[in-house]
Every structure is written in structure tokens, then in C-alpha cells.
């Protein structure tokens, strides 16, 4: 995937928000059709998300996904008619509640391409929002090939729960939505697939979104959602490398390329071997 980190929530149904979020910094931008717009507004925000689809400059085409109702939904099917002429570059499945699901998006997505001779729509599937995806993910099998990336959010598994809390008093999560962070993430990386961090709610507390972004990166996450432009520069911050750690990268990387036939060495008398040089390169890989 093109340049992934931070994932912005816009209403499907506000044109103010739309053009300011694909004008603004966001690595990509979701227009939604799901929860954020009333089922009042559906048809109209159909009508202006498959126009500011079909509007799009190329540059802009790659950085748009569009969240569609859940596939347990008639309106997921209604989503997918208004946009088949001018498919997204990727799609945000909610609520997913098995392999299934995946396969049955996967099927009329393939569809909808040959019949239109478009190119294939990415999948980002939301796995934690239905207690049998969350509970069932480390037997997952692979999903279809189009899924590039798999995210989760706290806010409707708490509801399937029926919990009245998803975090501790200090903001750490509590343990069941910890365990769903966890599950997405080791899915997501068992299948080769970006991971995408949750959103966080608070959006006037630009601290608290910091250290967020800061422990999705550090945890292995990818990306993180956002659903304020204010949550955009702390993302990138978070997983922009400071000139220490990149120097410090080069240097290893350096050391080895010194030394192609060692697989230890030692560097400022720290052992450094090849999960060392991993993570090096995934440093400076971070710099494009
Ligand atoms: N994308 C683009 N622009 C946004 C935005 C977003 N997600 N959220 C706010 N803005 C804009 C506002 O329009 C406003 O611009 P303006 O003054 O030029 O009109 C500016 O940023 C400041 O907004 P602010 O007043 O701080 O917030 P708000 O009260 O207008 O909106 C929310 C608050 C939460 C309603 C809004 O951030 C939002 O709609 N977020 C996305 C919700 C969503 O999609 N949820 C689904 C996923 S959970
Ligand atoms: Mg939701």
C-alpha cells in the first residue's frame, strides 16, 4: 500500500468536511456511510460520495476509501449500487462477523469489476466490532486476496458487549477491548496485512492523541484512525523517525553491509544481530 499512517473519518454527508479533509494531510481519507451519517441523510450521502469519487484527481484517487453499512445490512448492498460505476480504491467493512463475510464482499466486488472493467477495490475489514469476529480471530483463515489491512474500534464492541466502560479511569484499555487490539494486530501481521490502530475519541486533547499514535507505533501498528483533522499531525509525528534513532539506523545498516558474512556484531558494545537490522531498515523505511 501506498503511504498508510493516518486514516481520517469524514461524514459521507458533509461536503464542508469532505473538502477539507482531502485538502488537508491525511495519508488517506474514509467517507462514511455507516455511523456517522442518519439513515435520513443515506441516499443523499451516496449521491455525494460517488460524485466527489468521480471528481477525484488521480493523485487523490488512491488516498479515498469508502465505509459501506455492514454486509448484515440491505443499505451495504445499496452502498455498493451507487458506487459500482465509480468504485473507491478501497472499501472499510464494519461490523464483520466471519471469514464470510469477506468472501461474500470479495465476490460481489469481483463482480462489479468485470462487469465494469474497473481495478480491483482494496478491502479494510473493522474485526472487533461483532463479539463472533473478536472471539474467533486466532482461527481466522487467510482472506481473500483484495483485504489489504484490518483495523478495530472499541466503541461497538463495547455495545455487542453490553459493557458500560471500554477503558480505565487513566485510558489504558480494559482488558476484553486490550484483547481485541492484540487479535487484530497478530492477525493482521500472521496474514501479511497492514494494521491499523483505533481512533481516539478525545479529539480536543491533543496529549492523550500523541501517546496513542506513539503506542500504536510501537506496538507494531501501521496506521492509526482518525476522526479529527487536529488527530492528523500527532499520527505522522508519532511515526516520522526523530534524527537519532535514524542515524543510529544508518549505522547499523551500515555495519552490517560492512560485514556481510557476520550475523552478530557489536555496535557502541551492544550485540546487534539480524532482528536488529529489521528493525533498522523498517526505520528508514518509514523516511519515504
Ligand atoms: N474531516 C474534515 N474536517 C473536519 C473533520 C473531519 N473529520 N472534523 C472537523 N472538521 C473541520 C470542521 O468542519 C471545522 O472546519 P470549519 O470551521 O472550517 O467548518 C474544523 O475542522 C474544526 O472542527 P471542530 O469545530 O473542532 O469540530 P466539529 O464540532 O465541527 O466536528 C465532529 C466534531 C466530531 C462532529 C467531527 O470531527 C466529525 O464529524 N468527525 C468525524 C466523525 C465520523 O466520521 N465518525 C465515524 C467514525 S467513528
Ligand atoms: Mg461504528
Known amino acids: 500500500m501506498t503511504r498508510s499512517r493516518s486514516w481520517l473519518f469524514v461524514p459521507g454527508d458533509d461536503p464542508r468536511k469532505i473538502g477539507k479533509a482531502l485538502a488537508g494531510p491525511a495519508d488517506r481519507v474514509i467517507l462514511d456511510l455507516e455511523d456517522a451519517v442518519a439513515p435520513t441523510k443515506r441516499a443523499g450521502a ?52 466471519s471469514i464470510d463475510d469477506l468472501r461474500a464482499v470479495d465476490s460481489i466486488l469481483s463482480q462489479l469489476e468485470s462487469d465494469t472493467g474497473q481495478p480491483t477495490t482494496k478491502v479494510i475489514a473493522l474485526v472487533t466490532e461483532t463479539v463472533s469476529m473478536t472471539a474467533t480471530m486466532p482461527a481466522m483463515p487467510s482472506p481473500p486476496k483484495r483485504v489489504a489491512a484490518l483495523t478495530w474500534g472499541g466503541e461497538d464492541l463495547s455495545a455487542a458487549l453490553g459493557a458500560s466502560a471500554n477503558k480505565f479511569a487513566d485510558g489504558r484499555w480494559l482488558p476484553t477491548f486490550e484483547f481485541a487490539r492484540v487479535q487484530c494486530l497478530l492477525a493482521a501481521k500472521r496474514f501479511g496485512l497492514h494494521a491499523i490502530d483505533t481512533l481516539y475519541t478525545d479529539f480536543r486533547d491533543g496529549e492523550g492523541m500523541q501517546q496513542h499514535a506513539n503506542a500504536a507505533l510501537r506496538d507494531g501498528f501501521d496506521g492509526v484512525l482518525a476522526i479529527h483533522p487536529a488527530q492528523i499531525d500527532p499520527i505522522h509525528s508519532a511515526f516520522t523517525p526523530d534524527a537519532a534513532s535514524v542515524a543510529h539506523a544508518r549505522r547499523i545498516v551500515a555495519a552490517f553491509a560492512a560485514n556481510p558474512d557476520s550475523g552478530a556484531l557489536q555496535l557502541d558494545g551492544r550485540m546487534i544481530d539480524r532482528p536488529h537490522l529489521i528493525q533498522a531498515q523498517k526505520i528508514l523505511n518509514r523516511l519515504e
Do not use: F, G, H
Request: net charge neutral.
Open 46 to 97: 451516496r449521491a455525494l460520495v460517488a460524485d466527489t469519487i468521480a471528481a477525484l484527481a488521480t493523485e487523490n484517487r488512491e488516498r479515498v476509501c469508502v465505509r459501506i453499512n455492514p454486509w448484515q445490512e440491505d443499505a451495504a448492498n445499496d452502498d455498493l449500487q451507487a458506487l459500482k460505476a465509480t468504485l473507491p480504491a478501497s472499501i472499510m467493512l464494519p461490523k464483520v462477523r
